[in-house]
Nanobody, 115 residues
Framework: QVQLVESGGGLVQPGGSLRLSCAAS????????MAWYRQAQGKERELVAW???????NYADSVKGRFTIFRDMAQNTVALQMNSLKPEDTAVYYC?????????WGQGTQVTVSS
């Protein structure tokens, strides 16, 4: 069993920045991939950013150029740096990890972009 715990959400004005962090209970070396998803109220959960074990990344078109996913192996965390935030980025953000073919999710952290 792997626990994932997100942190860093909050309220930010449009154009602002936030950094989300996902702490894993198992070393990230064992993850085949890590990802951030989000779910806005009344909408389906969607993939935001993905990072493979080899460091390759992929992003949703809506966040390309604004969001960056990266791993801190020393801290054993996966972060999502979010810049130039827009009201439409408002959602609950979830961390997901694949370890030994099993899928694990965090509990989510709320991000609200509003003036």
């Amino acid at each position: 069993q792997v626990q994932l715990v997100e942190s860093g959400g909050g309220l930010v004005q449009p154009g602002g920045s936030l950094r989300l962090s996902c702490a894993a209970s198992r070393r990230l070396w064992y993850a085949s991939s890590m990802a951030w998803y989000r779910q806005a109220q009344g909408k389906e959960r969607e993939l935001v950013a993905w990072i493979g074990n080899d460091g390759l990344t992929n992003y949703a078109d809506s966040v390309k150029g604004r969001f960056t996913i990266f791993r801190d192996m020393a801290q054993n965390t996966v972060a999502l740096q979010m810049n130039s935030l827009k009201p439409e980025d408002t959602a609950v953000y979830y961390c997901k990890g694949i370890f030994n073919g099993n899928e694990y999710w965090g509990q989510g952290t709320q991000v609200t972009v509003s003036s």
